[in-house]
């Protein structure tokens, strides 16, 4: 299987080219050629097979020039007990008659993310032996919050690899910004940024694309790659929950093999949705995607009108890691529901850097919309979501689930499409504490994150997840900061790069 850019300007490359170089240096994002199409069957067969079996099966797929042992070691060593201690690493929680909750979050860092990026590392050591890459490779991730500490702990102490990590100052919790300053390990960098998400997301992709700092980097024997969901190693892992869910659907007699579900996935970079796109795409049945956002609108407007227009205010969310207005994986979604045509993504993406604004012709719009379906909620609702959800279901969701549940009604009322829906839980509820505190109180809370916690341990009985227990009186490690137009200066320091 060959990769391609969405932009036509690269030449095609392996996946451990793909995952190593993590976009392509031009400019553009890597996809597979083809989508591998299986039969309901085939598809089927795989119904009664664990987590790891699963995904070993779609990673064989996508991954042709990684041997079959080299699959099932990185599968083993992602996956593991002590990561993800949950048998079925993303336990289906029935919450009524036709809606799922799939918990993504039993990972070490109570975000989705983990599922992607216990993962990656393994991938990306292994393609860089294969490739016989000599050169240190330097992880740059920019986060809203829960990819940071994803990737620091997904990277520490792996060898041959670094990892430096910026994240918006004023846009993290104390929770996530503890999380990630108290990482061990020895190549591991964290810096605050004097910005916004898409402030760091722009910095990053601009040192990407930054040919010269590129050869200084080589000069110095460094090679980039990213973590960032741009990278195909981010989003095949995703692949893998959707079909667990929907075989676990089928077994409780909740739908039959070949029937339809529906998908709602709080969305930010469109990364989570893109991965369940794949999944149908490879034939898993499914009616409709919803495509949740917070107040951040610019998908659930582009969804409705085919207009992608970055021109309006960021707003600062309790569903923060949401809070983006350039969502880089909706530029593979258009390549491939426009037949591959690199040309339009060349030409709409060029539009975004120029003018702010895209708007796509009526042919792809319409395609996407009879597949996609795009709903937003401002905070107010979805903190009524939280609290209705926890009083009628006794279930705890955090801001960014909430987001999708909220969507997922929203579409229902309006589509009167009752489809089973599975709706992508992309955190653990103590991770965003205080919105669900105040959500379940109906009351402005001044306290500090970490008395917040007990207080919603004590009121809900919900259990603490692992990796937020403790985090309060671990030392901090890492002080760097900068601002927004000095990241590469900052990068050279760390690196210590000399001309
Ligand atoms: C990253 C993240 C999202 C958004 O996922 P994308 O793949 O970027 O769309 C949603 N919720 C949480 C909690 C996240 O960490």
Redesign the pocket.
């Known amino acids: 299987m060959e990769y391609i850019s969405t932009r036509g300007n690269y030449k095609s490359v392996n996946s451990a080219e793909a995952i190593s170089l993590g976009m392509v240096p031009e400019g553009g994002l890597f996809v597979p050629e083809e989508i591998p199409k299986l039969e309901l069957a085939e598809i089927m067969e795989m119904k009664d097979q664990s987590y790891q079996e699963l995904a070993v099966w779609i990673f064989n797929k996508f991954l042709s020039d990684f041997s079959e042992s080299e699959i099932e070691e990185s599968v083993k060593a992602a996956y593991q007990k002590e990561s993800f201690p949950r048998s079925e690493k993303t336990p289906l929680i029935k919450l009524d008659q036709n809606t799922y909750i799939l918990e993504l979050w039993h990972g070490p860092t109570a975000?989705?993310?983990d599922m992607a990026l216990q993962i990656l590392p393994q991938l990306l050591v292994r393609a860089v032996k294969n490739l016989e890459v000599e050169k240190e490779i330097v992880i740059l991730v920019a986060t809203?919050?829960?990819?940071g500490k994803a990737a620091l702990e997904g990277f520490k102490d792996v060898e041959g690899v670094k990892i430096i990590v910026f994240y918006p100052e004023d846009g993290v919790s104390r929770v996530q910004e503890d999380q990630m300053k108290t990482t061990g390990g020895s190549n591991t960098e964290v810096v605050s940024l004097k910005g916004n998400f898409d402030d760091c997301q722009t910095a990053v992709k601009n040192i990407f694309a930054d040919k010269e700092f590129r050869a200084k980097m080589e000069a110095n024997n460094f090679q980039f790659s990213s973590a960032n969901?741009i990278n195909w190693g981010r989003l095949l892992p995703q692949i893998v929950y959707y079909f667990k869910a929907y075989f676990e659907i089928v077994k409780e007699n909740q739908v039959k093999a070949g029937n339809k579900i529906n998908i709602a996935?709080?969305?930010?970079?469109?990364?989570?949705?893109l991965a369940a796109y794949y999944a149908y795409r490879m034939g898993l049945p499914v009616n409709k995607f919803i495509c949740a956002s917070n107040d951040n609108k610019v998908l659930t407007d582009f969804l409705e009108t085919g207009i992608y227009n970055i021109e309006r205010e960021f707003k600062k969310t309790i569903?923060p890691?949401?809070d983006?207005l350039i969502?880089s994986?909706l530029e593979r979604f258009l390549f491939e529901v426009t037949d591959h045509d690199s040309s339009k993504i060349k030409e709409w993406y060029q539009k975004l850097k120029s003018e702010n604004k895209f708007v796509i012709d009526q042919q792809t719009k319409a395609k996407i919309q009879h597949l996609f379906s795009g709903h937003y909620s401002t905070e107010t609702e979805a903190k009524a979501v939280i609290k209705t959800t926890f009083n009628n279901f006794n279930y705890l969701l955090?801001p960014?689930t909430a987001v999708g549940v909220d969507s997922l009604n929203k579409y229902r009322q309006q589509n009167k499409d009752q489809t089973t829906a599975v709706i992508a839980s992309?955190?653990n509820p103590y991770k965003f504490s205080r919105a669900v505190l105040e959500s379940l109180k109906e009351e402005k809370i001044e306290q500090d994150e970490y008395r917040i916690i007990e207080e919603l341990n004590d009121l809900t009985a919900a259990k603490v997840h692992r990796g937020l227990r403790g985090l309060e009186n671990m030392e901090s490690k890492h002080q760097h900061s900068c601002d927004k137009n000095s990241v590469k200066e900052k990068v050279a320091e760390i690196l210590k790069l000399s001309n």
């Open positions: 975000a989705f993310k809203s919050g829960d990819t969901s996935v709080p969305t930010g970079n469109f990364g989570n949705i569903s890691s949401m983006i969502s994986n955090d960014h992309t955190a």
